[in-house]
């Protein structure tokens, strides 16, 4: 499968919540397929995560195809704005 979505099912932060919805609600009214890798699991995943990202700092969710860094929340958004997911997730 080629679109992964890092997020994490343990997290305080209301923000991180809200935006890991926002995505998976996007994703799936596009039909668009992805596979959910959980960061919450083990540090490896959210090290991973941090490490294909390029940012040490990155938190989720934190979307991929296959191991091509798409983006963040903020960016993924902006590609909603302009209507421009597909190209976004590196599909078209």
């Known amino acids: 499968m ?3 979505l890092y997020y994490t099912t343990v997290t305080a ?3 991180v919540k809200s935006q890991q919805a926002e ?3 996007i994703l799936d009214s596009k039909s ?5 890798i959980d960061i919450s699991v083990g540090g490896e995943l959210r090290d991973e995560m941090r490490s294909k990202a390029g940012d040490p ?6 979307l991929f195809n296959e191991d091509q860094y ?12 302009a209507d421009t997911v597909e190209q976004f997730l590196k599909m078209a």
Do not use: D
């Open 2 to 4: 080629g679109i992964k």
């Open 13 to 15: 932060s209301r923000t």
């Open 70 to 81: 798409c983006g963040n929340y903020e960016m993924f958004s902006e590609a909603v704005e």
């Open 57 to 62: 700092t990155a938190v989720p969710p934190q």
């Open 32 to 36: 668009i397929q992805y596979e959910l």
């Open 23 to 25: 995505v998976i609600r």
